[in-house]
């Protein structure tokens, strides 16, 4: 299969510099320079299409900018409630429904290809609940019955860690 050179190509804030490899899904892999200095590897599809535009340093400047335009944020700035944590779990992600969620609960949602309700929950990067139901009711239940059991599990852990 023939690769398009992209050496001294410029997407974005990205600089080509040399190709890098093959990347496992079989895309061309290049070593880029970032505007701000900094090199990465990135995926010639993912350039070529658009999807990556910089190291990252684009999606943080975006990200400082929306912090200091978004009035509840800066309403709540200080407020050590919000950062409440048990041992490295953020307890409001856990709790939290997502603005894309149209169950109206937190980690539960309904797969069309299936025809069943998926309840999920993950604590420290992993999946502790992940199952399909037939019912919303049971998926809901499901999923309040893992954050009270593995919630309950971290305290008791905490506590006899400080004993």
Known sequence: MKRIDLTNQHFGRLTVI?????????NALW?????????VIADGYLLRKG???SCGCLRRERGRKAMKSNAQLIANRGDVSNLQQVDGTSVVSIMKKR???K????????DKRSKRWIARL???G???LNHSFLTFNDAAAAREKAIEDHLS???????EVTQ
């Open 18 to 26: 040399s190709f890098a490899g093959t990347g496992k899904n079989g």
């Open 31 to 39: 070593n880029c320079r970032c505007d701000c200095g900094k090199e």
């Open 51 to 53: 999807s990556i535009k």
């Open 99 to 101: 603005k894309t969620n």
């Open 103 to 110: 169950s109206g609960v937190a980690g539960v949602s309904y």
């Open 122 to 124: 993950m604590i420290r």
């Open 126 to 128: 992993e999946y502790v």
């Open 153 to 159: 599990k971290i305290l008791v852990q905490r506590e």
